[in-house]
């Protein structure tokens, strides 16, 4: 009864000491090949060209489309007359 919890605790000591060594490998032994790693899969370009697909009803009549349009963004703090861009974007 008095050495179950000496187990216990030898165990959890171990696990602890398990996982120390290992984040200790990673960090000084692994560490220019993860960095490597990390910067070719942070700074890697890929465009994926999908389109969505329709909605449709029970019926099957469709309900919205995907539709390729312009979009356009503005910084609101960096308009100083919105009457003047606003009237300037309904012409186009």
């Given at each position: 009864m008095k050495r179950r919890p000496l187990i216990i605790a030898t165990v959890i000591v171990a696990g602890f000491l398990i996982i120390f060594a290992r984040l200790a490998e990673l960090m000084l032994f692994d560490h220019d090949k993860l960095q490597k790693l990390a910067t070719i899969q942070q700074t890697?370009?890929?465009k994926i060209l999908v389109r969505r697909g329709g909605i449709y009803?029970?019926?099957?009549?469709?309900?919205?489309v995907s539709l390729d349009r312009l979009s356009l963004y503005g910084d609101p703090s960096?308009?100083?007359s919105p009457a003047y861009v606003a009237r300037t974007l309904e012409r186009n």
């Open positions: 890697k370009g890929q009803d029970r019926r099957g009549r469709e309900l919205a960096m308009i100083d």
